[in-house]
């Protein structure tokens, strides 16, 4: 019997290089594993692609498709919202597939309701003092929405304590062998395993 | 605050490769990983030190540490009785140093309900047909003790579904490469970073 994907719920606050890791994670595309694209309310930001980084649609369109129930999970995040499609988790996680939700707090307690089986990642800066000067360096944007940020990742980082694993991303190579060492642990847990050896766990016990 | 070491209860039926998987982990002498020795009152096998594979004890010496209540857990297999000291088990732990039990299933169950955060780590072979192959090709015991061997090994075998990881021995630098991912996401556990990196927690989340 083939393995089924690991459901992945990653977070961080702004500035913990979650993405970046995301990114390296992926970079090869790897046949066994995908991030989640996320429906989003908010502007796509210099570099985004739509279909590729989000799926970027109005509030409205928004709206229907939490009134059509297709979301797995969804959440308003600083003055926008962002969502999980349903389906599209469902068939990649059969296929054998690690697929990876790049969420915030709120959306990975929604998962992890419906989904208890799903595996919490949370990344952490080394230091508040280093998360300061990360924020600040990004350059995208103005110092208001800076401190704001601040604030939401003060307040994402209290949830720390939700999630299964804590990578802190001091040194970012050793933060992402970090990730990867994860991701292989959760193919070897027992539920993992007794689904992609179901026969031959029948064979050996058999008398 | 240094990390604690986290406590790993491996078992297998025999003929699976523990040993050596565990032996390999080890050959390098890693500072931070240890197997605990236990105590035992069968003979020993050729090759084996008293101390460094067992402390090999009279049935008497071992009633009497079970009445001093010395031993984490001990159980009798196979004819034999072997026991884990506690107070080895605790010393080593606090120091950050990660601790193997090569023990059995009966163990295993002590083990847990004594220290649940324990990790349970079973060894399996990719078949039966395999297992018989390396059960007969060891050469070190009768035919009559081969066959009551793989009794034993299909008893043992039994109990995979009480431990938390399964690693299926089917080619050794993989299993032993599993093993190892295994340890490693265990110091990346929720409970295991908020130990580790308990007064940067405190940092990071303060006003």
Redesign the interface.
Known sequence: MAARGNLFIVSAPSGAGKSSLLSALLKDAPADMQVSVSHTTRSPRPGEVDGQHYHFVSIEQFKALIADEAFFEWAEVFGNFYGTSRRVIEDTLARGIDVFLDIDWQGAQQVKALMPEAIGV?I?????AE?ERRLTGRGQDSSEVIAARMAQA?SE??H??E??????NDEFEQALA?LR??I???R???AS??HT?ND??D?????
Do not use: E, N, W
């Open positions: 949370f952490l800066p080394p230091s508040k998360l003060v980082m209290s720390y304590d999630y299964d694993f804590i990578i802190v970090d060492v994860i292989g642990s959760q070897l847990t027992r395993q007794c050896h031959m766990l064979d050996l016990l058999a008398d």
